[in-house]
């Protein structure tokens, strides 16, 4: 009997085989250069359903961000008018206003589905990267409370809002064509732009421990800034601590041991497609209204979330948010808008540049030169997205940092993008069953993905002072105040103070004063040279000066290989110093894939400084 059953499986993996080799040797397969495909620049190791299946895992992972952006954005009241009251300054007693957010919390889920599918889409296909864009967390928070505020109750009214995040759209694509947002990017140390990564998988850790996307194991303290969690959600108090039954809530553990334990079995056995097995599983057992654990209790929210599950397929047209930008601006509104575009063009620039460059170390495509191929196009899409965001009444959109969990699942292209692009414009019809996976389904995901990028924590330079204090403040501060942005800030404030005290000691006393380990410090190059210009300036450079040689000569792009070693060694930063004995030339594991790069590399540049 089982014979006749293992042949016929064995024939459709036959099929399935050569249905894929078709595909990778096809001009699909070269445009986005699969393995097979003969491209001189061939990606090892991808394939057509390797990168499916890790758009896959990226959607189930992001999934939520339809539920919660909504959420979060329909708290800012939107296009909503609140004629608040003293008593009621929030309107939450109106029933005219409750009705209206409603409605703008079902435009926020349409609006932020296909913003992230159309996003992804864009940005897999022009940049070739395994990075999904969507309306970030975190910038969305900082949107709804301190730009606009609950109900628009902050500095600046919502239209405003805006109209501020569609003009800064397009001053990130002229600082990416002029070469000032990667210059951004270099002028970072290299030892901080690893401490980034290593930051934003302990971000992904404590949001997939958290209770709004996550198995809800720590919560907010009174008393200590983090406590412990894992009571049932009506046991929170009003300071979101749990008032008895810690550890005990069985959604928690269900996450653990079938979305955590298990995904992690199956991964070290390699099996394919571990991690959405892990949150199909979860998702399943969490959805029957008999059990503890289940996403649809019998009380009035979860009586929201089952009715509008039970729709199954359901479509809702935007009504009210979408090009609702004020361009009328004088007097107070002008100044309303010049803050808020003052205060998202910090906030953003840092949050999403940050947040891409480490997705793209991640995938394993960032060069001696701390660059990555396509980074001009790639900074230009998102910087467009942010724009075309605005219009559809969203908050900034970013490079999602739930990309790991695909890039970690083998995706290594742009079709990974464009998958998980694709099922966020799917989920536009089915937006009521891809918006029921419980938090606690993909929150132990987000820790493996975070136990996964914080393996980078080794490249970082721990030997000089100068450069492993300001990289513990990044990748610390990051998850601590739940900003990928201030995190950055937070170490580069004290990279600057503490290495200019060093540096003045040094050359005051001639070098006869130096700290110990002062020649294993990285050397900081924060200039931009002929080859960091973007292509088209190099170009017309040729052409306005009459020059044609290495000058302005792009470094060949480095390409991702597939390997079966788990140890390899890691292209170090360009301009950064590799001391025998420093962990900066040691090996490490990294998941599976190496970077490789056309020989003849150049030594540091020779308007590299060293503090």
Known sequence: MMGPVKEGFQV?????GEFEDTVNTSTFGRVFRLDGSGHPKTVKGASFYREIRAGFTTFATMAYIIAVNASVLTESGGTCICKGTPEDPGCVLEQEYTDCLL??????????AALAGLASIAFGFLTNLPVALAPGMGLNAYFTYQVVGWHGTGMVPYRIALTAIFVEGFIFIFLALTGMRQWLVKMIPATIKTACGVGIGLFLTEIGLSYSAGIGAITGGHSTPLAIGGCPANMLNDDGECIRHIMRNPAMWIG???????????????VKSAIIIGIGVVSILSW???TSFTYFPYTTAGQERFDFFKQIIAFH???NILAAQQWNLDGTSASQFALALITFLYVDIIDCTATLYSMAKFCGVVGEDGDFPRSTVAYCTDAACISIGSLFGCSPVTAFIESGSGIAEGGRTGLTAITAGVCFLISLFFAPILASIPPWATGCTLVLVGCLMIRQVTSINWQYIGDAVPSFVTLAFMPFSYSVAYGLIAGMLIYVSLNTM?????????????????NEKEVYNWGMGKRDMPRWMRILAQKMTGRNNQDFEQKDAVEMVDTESSTVRTASQHGSSEPPGSPRGATQEHFGTAITSSQGQEADRTHAISH
């Open 288 to 290: 029957p209204r008999s």
């Open 12 to 16: 459709l993996g036959d099929k399935i």
């Open 103 to 112: 409605v703008l919390k079902r435009d926020m889920i349409t609006a932020t």
């Open 256 to 270: 653990i041991m079938l979305g955590g334990i298990l995904v992690a079995f199956l991964m070290a056995f390699k």
């Open 502 to 518: 060093i540096w003045v000691v040094v050359h005051l006393t001639g070098g006869r004063v130096t700290p110990s380990n002062w």
């Open 317 to 319: 047209p935007i009504q």
